[in-house]
C-alpha cells in the first residue's frame, strides 16, 4: 500500500488525533521516505480493544493453520527481497547486503516458529491412586512488542513470529526511526492469511504510547529491545502481573591474548567495532591487548577503519552507510566529544586533515581511541556508532577485571590460541553471549539470545532454542480422576 497508516481492527486507519511524522533517508535528508500516523493514547486504547476481540479464534485454530501463514510469509519476504532490500536502506541506512541479509534472516525467523507452532506441548507427571496429572499450554492472550531501529525485521520477527505462533494476539509497535520497515512485516503477514484483526501496528513515538500499552489490562506480555533507561520504565509500569522479556544494552569487550595472530585479532575487532555502523547491541566497543602485540594490532584495527567507504548504503561500493537518525548522530558526535575532553588519544581519525565525509546525511568516520583507561566515559557507556576504545593490559586477570567493571553484560569475545584459556574465559567472563576468536556480532538463528546485569532483566531468553516459547504461553496444571 502507499499510504503510511496505522493497522486497528482490520482497517488502515490514520490516528485519531490527525497528528504525523516524517521519515527521511538518514543518507540524504532530501529523501522523504514517508509520512506517519503520530498515535496517541486513544490509539493505544483503540489497538488493545480490537486485538482482544480478535486474538481468541486466532488461539484455538489448528496450529497447523498457524504454521502455514508464517510460511507463506516467509515465502512472500523471499519473492520480493530486493524491493524490501532497497526500502530497508532507504529508511535505516545499513548497506544494501546488510539489507537483504536482514529479510533472509526475517524469513528464516518466521519458518523456525512455524515449527514451533507444532511443538507447543504439556507433560505428564506422577500420582498416585487412578487419576491422571497433566499440564497444558495456552497463550497469554496479548503480546506487546516493542521493537528498535537498528534491525527494524529480524528483531521483530523473533518476538511477532513465535507470539502468532502460540496462538496469541499482537500489538505491535515499532520505532518511529524505522515505521515503514514495520508497515511491510504488518502487511506481508496479513497478505500471508493472517486474520483481520489478531495484530495491531501502532505508529508513532514511544513517549506517547508506551504507557498506555503497558499498563492495559488486557496485556499479558512484553517483549522489548531497546535501552536500558527504557526497559526500566517498562519494568516500572508493567507492574507484577505481566511477564517481560527485557533485552537491553550492551558493552562488550573483546580480549587479545598475546598469544593470538595480529592480523586475525585486528580483524575480528574491526568487524565486531565498525559493522552495521557499529549500531548494534552486540557491536565490539572496547578492545583489551595483553602484551607486546599492542603496536600490531592496533596499526592493522586503524588500517581496517580507513579502509571503509562511507555513503549512501544503496551504492553496492560503500562499505558503511550513516547513523540512523539525527539522535543517534548527535550522541555519537558528543561521545567523541568527550573522549577529547578527557584527553583520550585518537588513533584514527586524526584531528587534522578529517576524512571527507558525504553531505546531506548523518555520517561519522570509523574512530579509534587508543590507551584509554577503564574510568573513562567512553570505555564504560553504550555509544552505539562505530567508535572503539583500545587498551593496553599486562594479563588476562587484568583484561577480565577491566571487561566485567561495566554495567553491561551482553556479549563478549576472546582471541587465543589457547583452548584451556578460552574455556575459562566463557566462566569468567560476566556476559550472556560468549565468542572464541570470532567478533561479538552475529548470532546464531537457533540459539538462545540474551545478557546479564544491564543488558537483560534475565527471565526469559529471547530469540531460540530450549524453553524460548515458555515466555509466549502460560501453564495450566490438569488433576484428572474418574
Not at 530450549?466 to 515466555?471: E, Q, R
Request: hydrophobic share 40%; glycine share 10%.
Amino acid at each position: 500500500m502507499s499510504e503510511h497508516l496505522n493497522y486497528i481492527g482490520g482497517a488502515w486507519i490514520a490516528a485519531q488525533a490527525g497528528g504525523t511524522f516524517e521519515r527521511r533517508n538518514p543518507a540524504d535528508q532530501g529523501d522523504l521516505v514517508g509520512v506517519f500516523p503520530a498515535s496517541t493514547a486513544a490509539d493505544a486504547a483503540s489497538a488493545v480493544a480490537a486485538v482482544k476481540r480478535s486474538c481468541g479464534n486466532w488461539a484455538t485454530l489448528d496450529p497447523q493453520a498457524r504454521a502455514g501463514v508464517l510460511d507463506k510469509a516467509a515465502d512472500l519476504i523471499l519473492t520480493r527481497l530486493e524491493s524490501l532490500a532497497q526500502e530497508l536502506t532507504r529508511e535505516e541506512g545499513k548497506i544494501l547486503s546488510a539489507a537483504t541479509q536482514e529479510w533472509r534472516r526475517t524469513a528464516a525467523n518466521f519458518r523456525l516458529y512455524a515449527g514451533e507452532a507444532l511443538r507447543t506441548r504439556g507433560e505428564t507427571f506422577p500420582e498416585a491412586g487412578k487419576g491422571l496429572v497433566c499440564s497444558i499450554r495456552e497463550p497469554v492472550g496479548i503480546v506487546l512488542a516493542i521493537t528498535p531501529w537498528n534491525f527494524p525485521v529480524s528483531i521483530p520477527s523473533r518476538k511477532i513470529a513465535p507470539a502468532l505462533a502460540t496462538g496469541n494476539g499482537v500489538i505491535y509497535k515499532p520505532s518511529e526511526v524505522t515505521p515503514l520497515a514495520g508497515q511491510r512485516l504488518v502487511e506481508i503477514l496479513l497478505e500471508a492469511g493472517l486474520p483481520a484483526g489478531v495484530i495491531a501496528l501502532i505508529q508513532g513515538r514511544g513517549q506517547d504510547l508506551g504507557e498506555p500499552l503497558i499498563t492495559s489490562d488486557a496485556v499479558g506480555a512484553v517483549t522489548f529491545t531497546g535501552s536500558y533507561a527504557t526497559g526500566c520504565l517498562i519494568h516500572r509500569l508493567a507492574g507484577p502481573d505481566k511477564r517481560l522479556q527485557l533485552e537491553m544494552g550492551g558493552k562488550n569487550p573483546c580480549i587479545v591474548l598475546q598469544d593470538a595472530d595480529p592480523a586475525r585479532a585486528a580483524e575480528i575487532a574491526a568487524t565486531g567495532s565498525f559493522s552495521l555502523t557499529g549500531q548494534a547491541c552486540t557491536a565490539t566497543s572496547r578492545v583489551l591487548i595483553v602484551g607486546d602485540i599492542y603496536e600490531e594490532v592496533v596499526r592493522q584495527i586503524v588500517a581496517r577503519a580507513k579502509a571503509f567507504k562511507i555513503g549512501n548504503g544503496l551504492d553496492p561500493s560503500v562499505t558503511m552507510g550513516p547513523l540512523a537518525s539525527e539522535a543517534q548522530y548527535r550522541r555519537v558526535r558528543e561521545m567523541i566529544e568527550v573522549g577529547m575532553t578527557e584527553g583520550l588519544k585518537l588513533a584514527f581519525p586524526l584531528r587534522e586533515p578529517q576524512p571527507a565525509l558525504p553531505a546531506g546525511g548523518y555520517f561519522v568516520t570509523p574512530t579509534v581511541f587508543i590507551d584509554v583507561p577503564k574510568e573513562s566515559r567512553l570505555a564504560r557507556e553504550e555509544i552505539f556508532g562505530p567508535v572503539v576504545c583500545v587498551s593496553r593490559v599486562e594479563s588476562y586477570a587484568q583484561a577480565l577485571e577491566y571487561a566485567n567493571s561495566v554495567d553491561y553484560g551482553l556479549a563478549a569475545s576472546i582471541v587465543t590460541r589457547d583452548l584451556s584459556r578460552a574455556l575459562s574465559f566463557a566462566r569468567d567472563i560476566d556476559a550472556g553471549i560468549v565468542k572464541v576468536n570470532s567478533a561479538t556480532g552475529g548470532v546464531g538463528l537457533s540459539a538462545p539470545f540474551g545478557g546479564i546485569k544491564h543488558s537483560s532483566n534475565q527471565t526469559y531468553k529471547e530469540q531460540a532454542g530450549h524453553g524460548v516459547m515458555d515466555f509466549y504461553t502460560r501453564t495450566k496444571t490438569v488433576y484428572l480422576a474418574s
